[in-house]
């Protein structure tokens, strides 16, 4: 026969043979009783954020709330598509003449946007060119180029992650082969940041291996680190030698644009390399566009070119070329002063739409009388909060509740209506009661 077979179970059957037994099969298996390559898989978890909205879909109670996944939604619930996106988009239409392939790398000025969004316009690693992006799809699939390019540069790094961090971040880095270790970050019971902890681990991580930081509106926690901590971070970096990795994914979403990158330009002003993940699914509401960018410093621009071809080779492999729309939305927005100013508007209206939602949040649970301060609700940044929940009551939630959270307790406070509110309240004042 061609084919194998798995310890345990029938030989398996597949290439040329099985085309021409194709007749054979029934239910699963052939007439010869012979596995076929797939029946005797079991399947995966859903996944423990993307699962979240599949199961609040299917679920049919009219009182049903999604706090799972991190997108942004007005108080009637809805996502919409920012004007300012719209504008961009009929622009496009209107000149569009082309769908040819882009670079490898996306479109050079979608590359010049973005550098000046993370680093400011002005700043000098722009200006000598010691900075490379590349236009990929998403956040995610910035991540995972440049954990592709690390595996290749530094094939026995590790890379070290908050405890806790985004449910996704040690999949893709094991996608690509690199293992991950935890530091010390958020300290449940002071629901802040262990900063000593933090700064004690970076302390040990040795040179050659990766940093992951949340640069701003840490997820899930919505803790952050004081622009004096990022510089603390940053000259330990500098004097360890390990490499620092920026996931960007919420710029604006915290204090502001400009505000928000006092981590990066800590790391600027005293790393020679580091790497940056950004992500334009939040601050332009273009999660289905699948729009970010990964963006590599060097010491110099001879270094960051040398270094960039190889990123071009592993995006190249895996999706050949970037997908056009969003960056073109972003490139227009960005690059005309009246969509940009109405950008700008929207971003400051989405962000203060969530912090006050944060202050009505924490005020609503003490007038429903739920047990505890939850002032830390308002302090935390960005789209997530850490609301203390443990995992019996997050499930308790979902399945008597119809109220979906990420396990940990991580709620998207962007998801919580005026219409929801009491709910989502007085379903909380139950669940922790909840030993
Ligand atoms: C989230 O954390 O909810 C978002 O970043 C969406 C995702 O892809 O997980």
Redesign the pocket.
Known sequence: MIGGRLPGLPPIRFGAAAKTDFALYFGGRRADDTATMFDTIQPAAP?S??GLTDAWKADPNPLKVNL????YKDDAGNTPILASVKAAEALILQTATTKLYLPISGAPEYARCVQQLIFGASHELIGAARARTAHTPG??AALRAGADFLKKVVPDATVWVSAPT???HKGVFAAAGIPSADYPYYDAAGKGLDFARMEEALEKVPAGDIVLLHACCH??SGVDLTAGQWQRVAAIAARRGWLPFLDF?YQGYGDGLEQDRAGLLALAAVCPEFLVAS?F??NFGLYQDRTGALTLVAASAVAANHAFSHVEIVIRVNYSNPPAHGGLIVTRILSDATLRAQWLAELTAMREHIAATRIEFVNALASHGVAGDFSFIARQKG??SFSGLSDAQVKFLRDAKSIYI?GGGRI?VAGITSRNLEYICSSMREALAIP
């Open positions: 996944d954020i993307l799972g996944v991190g997108v956040g995610t985004w449910a996704n997820n899930p994914a992500s699914s939040k789209m997530f990420v998207n």
